[in-house]
């Protein structure tokens, strides 16, 4: 039951002034499917997943090499605009970072700048994406409270219902769960688990049962070269490059 | 992808935002280009008057005398000998207690210290002219027995009050920039919180003081107020800390007011701003220099 | 027993050195005090309603400073119109849009070199230009002009400070959200950076309400007997008047009761700006919630 990709990778390489962080990178990302992108740290699993949404753009003497196709066009193109690339592209951080704004006002802050301004729509928005983070029966009652005040479990899934409040196609997530305790990781997961029947989703993780738990597909990336990508299942139990296992059953990394 | 007409529109206008930033970003350079320009505007004629090397090493400012000599030496003197003078003061009384600020006092009186520092840079140099004038003037007059008490002395001890809060706020920063591993390190080997302090904080941050002391120095070559108020005004090579001195500064504020508009001594006085000009522009160039090899080491070793 | 006495010789060295350092921020602490101290001491006595309210009479040897109270505020006021928006504006480019390189080093320096112009150049500039080139006159204008140039390098620097402390987290979770830089500069960057740009340009009214040189060419009116009707004209100032007050005229003993207290006015009001900008500096760090 192969998908569509929705984004592809070709050839990418991509250097921090002299110094290459990746090598070569090519790969498919399937529609409506979890990604999971694992390695050691500085592997280059995060700068990837930043070059999908052009974050990398904010930091200065980067370089992009070869194509990443997001629904076969590449967003590499000078005259494409990555205002529009992040607005289907949504991403959630390492560490939870919600606006010093009230609840609601975080979740209507991107869809008011993109042009929707009644008050009907907004909250009907508000709602809707806190019911798909889980996170609405926490705080429908304290809509204009400062974010800052909620549990670092719960600004995480307002960030995640932020981004979904962009409706976008794809969730980028960088390590989502890092900073949190098992039960917040907990939530996070299962909502990853409902949310891939609307969303693409690629995920960063250093940890390797989340990996296997939460997604369908795996790269395995070490030294900035995708050493090997596959069914999760496959990776996990029979990788083909002897790296992969040696990183999967903890002998390295 | 949406509406292309409104990409390309957001991207113009996006394009247009940075560069009106980029253009008040400029004013700052401008404004120093327009200064040196009205300096040289104003201030080159008097050169059609008197030789470059006669205007800077003259040893006569008679600018009003017929005929009149206009050799700036002697204020340039004055301006060194005040300068160096309140160097003296400040450099030690400002890194010290940049020291005791960054390294010793506890949390609450360091903020309460920071806040006094703050505080004196805050007060307005006629203020401390004033203070000068009234009150240790008349001092210094009876208890060193001197003709007047309006001299080097006294210029200079008010000087370096502006000199310090520069110098000590700038040190504190270096001081407070120094990564605390260096630190822990030497105690770790069983220093005294003394040896850390000059052996190793010190050390690593002396690029740092460097800086904040050069920047000390230039503010006190250029401070108006004090000098005018308290220097006593001889435009005469000094013979001793009690004499009378007429800086740079205090020339240009005191006779600027009198001299013709479009006269030799107006554009004299132009000049002088020049060299006034030049010599902290130097001073802050050093510094600037200074601080920033020290990032780039900085950021090195990391 | 050997290595007894050198440790008791590190530390008695460690005490000496602490004695002194201690004293070096003593003495700072006793001038300040001494200095506000005889001000006050000196000066409370000639302050009165009158004394704020009136303008100086019989030939400045009585009377009050209304004019100079009026006419640095005015000064301020122009000062600080001319440098805000400038100084933010640059600021914003420095840290929101600038990429390391030339340029931004270039602007840096000027920036730096700015700052350590000597006010009295500050002067002659603001004469040359302003007054004699520009044709504005010695007055209100040129004077709010000069300062205005005098504290933007301060703007700039407290604005860039206060810009580079809103956490880039807060402008990542913008721009990955589809939101355009401007509108994350806008919406979140500068918000966030409002109360430490209000410190620093607090800070740079005080800055301007003390100077003396930068207006004794191009605004300062010796004694004026009417308030200023528009811009173009000439005003007094606190620091101003106390200058002239202490050093030209007939009468310097007769009017040191004055002096002081003109000298109180101007200090109460410059320590007084300062004061709320450090007190809202330290409210601001100890409610910083990232």
């Known amino acids: ?253 | 992808m949406v509406q292309k007409a409104s990409v390309i529109s957001r991207r113009i206008k996006e394009t247009l935002i940075k560069n009106i930033f980029a253009v008040f970003a400029l004013f700052s350079i401008v404004m120093l280009g327009l200064i040196v320009f009205f300096l040289f505007r104003e201030g080159l004629p008097i050169f059609r008057v008197v030789s470059v090397t006669d205007f800077l090493f003259g040893p006569f400012w008679y600018p009003t005398y017929d005929p009149p000599e206009y050799g700036i030496g002697p204020l340039i003197v004055g301006s060194v000998v005040v300068t160096i003078l309140s160097s003296l003061i400040a450099v030690p009384l400002g890194v010290l207690s940049a020291i005791y600020i960054s390294e010793i006092a506890p949390p609450r009186l360091k903020e309460v210290l920071k806040a006094i520092i703050e505080l004196l840079a805050g007060l307005p140099s006629v203020v401390l002219g004033f203070f000068g004038m009234v009150i240790l003037a008349p001092w210094l007059q009876e208890t060193f027995d001197i003709a007047t008490g309006l001299n080097i002395l006294n210029a200079s001890i008010m000087l370096a009050l502006m000199a310090i809060p520069t110098i000590s706020s700038l040190s504190e920063d270096a001081l407070y920039a120094v990564p605390r591993d260096f630190k822990e390190a030497s105690y770790a080997l069983g220093a005294t919180r003394y040896e850390t302090i000059t052996r190793v904080t010190f050390t690593a941050a002396l690029s740092g003081i460097s800086t904040a002391v050069i920047l000390g120095m230039a503010r006190a070559i250029g401070e108006t107020m004090v000098v005018l108020m308290v220097a006593g005004g001889a435009a005469a090579l000094p013979g001793s800390i009690f004499d009378s001195v007429r800086p740079m500064p205090a020339s240009i504020a005191a006779e600027m007011g009198e001299a013709p508009f479009g006269g030799d001594h107006y554009h004299a006085l132009f000049a002088t701003g020049i060299v006034l000009f030049f010599i902290t522009l130097a001073f802050n160039l050093v510094a600037d220099y200074i601080s920033n090899r020290f990032k780039e080491v900085g950021s090195g070793t990391l | 027993m050997n290595e007894q006495s050198l440790m008791k010789r590190r530390y008695l060295k460690q005490r000496a050195f602490f004695l002194i350092v201690r004293l070096s921020a003593l003495v700072i602490t006793l001038a300040l005090v001494g200095i506000l101290f005889f001000l006050f001491y000196n000066g409370l006595g000639a302050i009165s309603w009158d004394f704020l309210t009136l303008p100086p009479t019989d030939s400045m040897t009585k009377g009050g400073i209304m004019p100079a109270i009026v006419g640095t505020f005015y000064l301020t006021i122009g000062a600080i119109i001319v440098a805000l928006p400038l100084g933010v504006a640059s600021a914003i480019y420095l840290t929101e849009y600038a990429k390391q390189g030339k340029l931004i080093r270039v602007i840096r320096v000027a920036v730096n070199c700015l700052a350590g112009v000597p006010s009295v150049v500050f002067g002659l500039f603001g004469l040359g230009f302003f007054v004699v080139f520009l044709r504005f006159g010695s007055s209100i204008l040129s004077g709010a002009l000069t300062l205005g140039i005098l504290i933007l390098p301060t703007i700039i620097g407290a604005s860039e400070e206060a810009l580079k402390a809103v956490p880039q987290t807060f402008r990542e979770a913008s721009l990955a959200l589809g939101v355009s830089k401007w509108a994350t500069i806008s919406r979140i960057v500068i918000p966030s950076a409002v109360p430490g740009i209000l410190t620093g340009s607090i800070l740079g009214i005080g800055r301007a309400a003390g100077e003396t040189a930068p207006i004794m060419f191009t605004a300062a009116a010796f004694f004026t007997a009417v308030l200023p009707k528009s811009v173009f004209n000439e005003v007094m100032a606190l620091p101003y008047h106390i200058y002239v007050l202490a050093t030209a005229g007939t009468h310097i003993e007769q009017t040191r009761p004055i002096q002081y207290g003109t000298a109180l006015v101007l200090i109460a009001l410059v320590l007084g700006i300062d004061l709320v900008a450090i007190v809202i500096r330290s409210v601001i760090r100890r409610k910083k919630r990232w």
């Open chain 1, 1 to 253: 039951m192969k998908n569509q990709p929705i984004i592809t990778t070709k050839n990418v390489n991509f250097y921090y002034g002299a110094f290459q962080a990746l090598t070569d990178i090519t790969m498919d990302f399937e529609r409506n499917r979890v990604t999971a992108l694992i390695g050691p740290s500085g592997c280059g699993k995060s700068t990837l997943l930043r070059l999908l949404n052009r974050m990398n753009d904010l930091i200065d003497q980067t370089r992009v090499e070869g194509e990443v196709l997001f629904e076969g066009r590449n967003i590499y193109e000078p005259d494409v605009d990555p205002v529009e690339i992040r607005k289907r592209i949504g991403m959630v951080f390492q560490k939870p970072n919600p606006f010093p704004k009230s609840i609601y006002n975080n979740i209507t802050y991107a869809p008011r700048l993109a042009g929707i301004k009644s008050k009907e729509s907004l909250d009907a928005l508000v709602e809707d994406s806190l019911k798909q983070a889980v996170l609405w029966d926490e705080v429908k009652d304290i809509l204009g409270r400062s974010a800052m005040t909620l549990s670092g479990g719960q600004q995480q899934r307002l960030c995640i219902a932020r981004a979904l409040a962009m409706k976008p196609d794809v969730l980028l997530m960088d390590e989502p769960t890092s900073a949190l305790d098992p039960i917040s990781t907990a939530k996070i997961e299962e909502l990853v688990d409902e949310l891939k029947e609307s969303y693409t989703i690629i995920i960063v993780t250093h940890n390797m049962q989340q990996a296997a738990r939460v997604s369908e597909y795996t790269g395995f990336f070490y030294l900035g070269k995708l050493i090997e990508f596959g069914l999760t299942e496959k990776i996990f139990t029979n990788p083909d490059i002897k790296q992969t296992e040696d990183y999967i059953t903890g002998r390295f990394g």
